[in-house]
C-alpha cells in the first residue's frame, strides 16, 4: 500500500522569504509519480509541480522546486520568494501506476506581510 | 489550459433524494475521477473512469454510483443521500501519458450538504 505523509499541519513565512513543506512517502513500487497541489479557501485544487521515480533531476516551475532525496523517500516542496498569494493548503500527493492518487493530509501555510 | 467544470459550487439536498453531481472536461482526457474531501480525512477517491462506459472503484465507492456515457462528462450519483455524505466533492481528468501516473487536474468541486 502506498502511504503520503505530511508531518506539518501548518506553517508560516514572511512574505518574499523562501519556505519548505516536508512530505515523505512509502511505497515498495520502483515506478511511482509524486505530485504536489495548492489548495486556496474557494476550494480549487491545483496542479504545482510532478516528480517521477526515475527523474534524475528535480523538478522545478517558476516559483516552485521539489527537493526529491528518494533514499530518504521524500519530496519536499520549496517555495521561494513567497507571495500573500500562496497563503493556502498544500497537498502531497503519490500514484504508482494505477491512476489511484493518494494524498497526505495536507500543510495549511500562511504567508505573513 | 485544461478546463474541469462542475455543475453546482453548492448544493443543498434532502435525505433520501437522489443526487446527480455531473463534471465536464475540455481536453479529451481518457480518464476521470471523483473524490470527496472532508476535514481530517483528506481527499478519498471514490470512482474513476478509464474509458467511455468504464468504471472502477475506488476506495470508498459505498452509496455513490456513477455514469461515463460521452468521454468529456462523468457524473456520480448519490441514489439516497445520506448526512454522512455531506461532503465537498472534487472531480479531476487526465491524459492517458505516463502509464497511471498521469497528472490529474481538477475542477473548483462541489460543497454538498444533506439536511
Known amino acids: 500500500a502506498q502511504k503520503i505523509t505530511q508531518t506539518q499541519p501548518g506553517m508560516f513565512v514572511q512574505e518574499k522569504e523562501a519556505v519548505t513543506l516536508d512530505c515523505t512517502y512509502d511505497?515498495?513500487?520502483?515506478?511511482?509519480?509524486l505530485f504536489w497541489y495548492k489548495q486556496p479557501s474557494s476550494g480549487e485544487m491545483i496542479f504545482l509541480i510532478y516528480?517521477?521515480?526515475?527523474?534524475?533531476q528535480n523538478a522545478t516551475e517558476g516559483r516552485y522546486s521539489l527537493n526529491f532525496q528518494k533514499a530518504r523517500k521524500s519530496a519536499n516542496l520549496v517555495i521561494s520568494a513567497s507571495q500573500l498569494g500562496d497563503s493556502a493548503m498544500y497537498f502531497c500527493?503519490?500514484?504508482?501506476?494505477?491512476?489511484?492518487?493518494?494524498f497526505g493530509k495536507g500543510t495549511l501555510l500562511t504567508v505573513n506581510p | 489550459d485544461v478546463k474541469v467544470t462542475q455543475s453546482s459550487r453548492y448544493l443543498v439536498k434532502r435525505t433520501g433524494e437522489k443526487v446527480f453531481l455531473e463534471c465536464v472536461q475540455d481536453?479529451?482526457?481518457?480518464?476521470m475521477f471523483w473524490y470527496r474531501q472532508d476535514p481530517g480525512l483528506g481527499l478519498r477517491l471514490i470512482y474513476f473512469?478509464?474509458?467511455?462506459?468504464?468504471?472502477e472503484k475506488g476506495d470508498i465507492p459505498e452509496g455513490y454510483s456513477v455514469s461515463r456515457e460521452k468521454k468529456e462528462r462523468f457524473s456520480l450519483i448519490l441514489e439516497s443521500a445520506s448526512t454522512n455524505q455531506t461532503s465537498m466533492y472534487l472531480c479531476?481528468?487526465?491524459?492517458?501519458?505516463?502509464?497511471?501516473?498521469?497528472?490529474?487536474?481538477f475542477g473548483p468541486g462541489t460543497r454538498l450538504l444533506v439536511l
Open positions: 479531476a481528468s487526465s491524459l492517458s501519458t505516463r502509464g497511471g501516473k498521469e497528472t490529474q487536474y
Open positions: 511505497t515498495s513500487d520502483p515506478s511511482y509519480g
Open positions: 516528480q517521477g521515480s526515475y527523474d534524475q
Open positions: 500527493a503519490m500514484t504508482i501506476s494505477n491512476y489511484k492518487l493518494t
Open positions: 481536453m479529451d482526457h481518457e480518464n
Open positions: 473512469s478509464y474509458d467511455v462506459k468504464m468504471k
